[in-house]
Every structure is written in structure tokens, then in C-alpha cells.
């Protein structure tokens, strides 16, 4: 895996629809699973934290904001909807079912999982290969983390501009 290009996700975090912009912050900024986008639950998200079966996410301040900003829409667009998942729209919006994939990676303007693998690269950059914190953060198994963390021996330009460009993964993602 390589990392994607920056200018591509600050376009992806720039939607300006907020179901895009949640999204978008969601995968581009924590790496959620498209699995885990589709399945959030609206009492997943209290306390500016994302309470997710197998780990606690803190989220960061511009993500809360356009959580906070997708439901303000998602209130006054289907006041009475009683769908427990975060996301909705016209078709899930009478129903008590997620979105469907497809609608996920169609907001997105790009594949969720290839959001979620450039987020994994970008821990393994900045923390010069901490597999506990990849696990940690992205609930991956070692194994997985060490896939990414080999990123790291490649010799491609693409990763030494990304390495040089991006000192941390708390400054990579810009809003």
C-alpha cells in the first residue's frame, strides 16, 4: 500500500453535502472499516468519542464538527425517522436498516477501504512502524499491521515525499 494523494483528500473532506463531509472525516481522518461506516449506530457517538465494538475511538475536533453538522441535517431531513444508524437517506430512512455499500463508497467519491488503507499507511509513516498503536487504533490484528508497517522498506518516491510532507498523522489530514 501506498499512501494516496493529499490533494485528493482534501478534496474528499471539502464535500460540502454533510452526509459526504461525515464520511469523508470518518474514513479519511480514523480509518473506519467500511463495515463499521454502514453499522454506526446513532448512541455510537457520545462524548466526542465513537464507542465502536472493539475499540474507543477520541475524535478529532473537525470530525465532531461535521458529525455535529450531519446530524443537524439528518434531523430536519427525516425528523421522524426511527432508523438506529448514523447514516441515512431516502431508501434507509423508513426502514431500520444501514446503508448499503455502495452508497457509502458512492458519497465518498472512492472506495472507503482504500480511505481506510491510506489512514494505516499514514499511522505507519509517522510512528516509523508502531505496530501496537496501528492495532491499537485501527483494531487490526498484528499481522495486518505488519503488512502496512512494511510500507516503510519501500524505496518509492511516492513514500519518501509522503514521509517528508507529512510530520505526523495529527497534521496530515487538513480540513
Request: hydrophobic share 40%; charged share 25%; aromatic share 8%.
Amino acid at each position: 500500500p501506498l499512501p494516496a494523494d493529499p490533494t485528493r483528500l482534501r478534496d474528499i473532506l471539502a464535500a460540502p453535502a454533510p452526509p459526504d463531509a461525515a464520511l469523508a472525516a470518518l474514513a479519511v481522518f480514523h480509518g473506519l472499516r467500511p463495515r463499521e461506516l454502514r453499522e454506526l449506530q446513532l448512541i455510537d457517538y457520545r462524548d466526542g468519542q465513537l464507542h465502536l465494538p472493539d475499540r474507543t475511538i477520541r475524535l478529532a475536533a473537525p470530525v465532531r464538527t461535521k458529525l455535529d453538522a450531519y446530524l443537524r441535517y439528518r434531523r430536519e431531513r427525516w425528523p421522524h425517522t426511527l432508523n438506529p444508524h448514523f447514516f441515512v437517506h431516502f431508501l434507509s430512512a423508513p426502514t431500520l436498516g444501514p446503508v448499503k455499500f455502495y452508497w457509502v463508497n458512492e458519497h465518498l467519491g472512492v472506495a472507503a477501504r482504500d480511505l481506510r488503507q491510506d489512514r494505516i499507511v499514514d499511522e505507519a509513516i509517522s510512528t516509523r512502524g508502531d505496530i501496537r498503536r496501528i492495532c491499537d487504533f485501527f483494531g487490526v490484528c498484528t499481522g495486518t499491521a505488519e503488512h502496512y508497517v512494511s510500507v516503510l522498506a519501500n524505496p518509492s518516491p511516492d513514500l519518501d515525499r509522503a514521509d517528508t510532507d507529512h510530520s505526523s498523522s495529527r497534521t496530515r489530514h487538513p480540513t
